[in-house]
């Protein structure tokens, strides 16, 4: 059974820092992209950042690029993602998620998308 578990969310003022984590079980094959989408209230959800094991590339969302960095530990089976300079603009649930293949479904909304978290909430206030 896949599983993915966030955690790390949490509130912070504009400005701060933050680290989510997601730990990954139950990949009977070796999972390539793994990373981050985001939904805030009202808002479709979006792909913030992912890495490909499949050639060793990295997403980032153009509204993140620049504050936010992933990093991966295979031997954990963890994904991280830095949040730094967080914005009120930031403030989503944030979605730990898995497929095969490269970072490309990261670029939309995610519904082709296999594996998932369950959220973790990032609240950042002004």
């Known amino acids: 059974q896949v599983q993915l578990v966030e955690s790390g969310g949490g509130l912070v003022q504009a400005g701060g820092s933050l680290r989510l984590s997601c730990a990954a079980s139950g990949f009977t094959v070796p999972w390539t992209a793994i990373g981050w989408f985001r939904q805030a209230p009202g808002k479709e959800r979006e792909g913030v950042s992912c890495?490909?094991?499949?050639?060793?590339?990295?997403y980032y969302s153009d509204s993140v690029k620049g504050r936010f960095t992933i990093s991966r530990d295979n031997a954990q089976n963890t994904v991280y993602l830095q949040m730094n300079n967080l914005k009120t603009e930031d403030t989503a649930d944030y979605y730990c998620?898995?497929?095969?293949?490269?970072?490309?479904?990261?670029?939309?909304?995610?519904?082709?998308?296999?594996?998932w978290g369950q959220g973790t909430q990032v609240s950042v206030s002004s």
């Open positions: 998620a898995a497929d095969l293949g490269l970072c490309v479904l990261w670029s939309g909304h995610g519904r082709e998308i296999d594996y």
């Open positions: 890495h490909s094991s499949q050639d060793n590339s990295t």
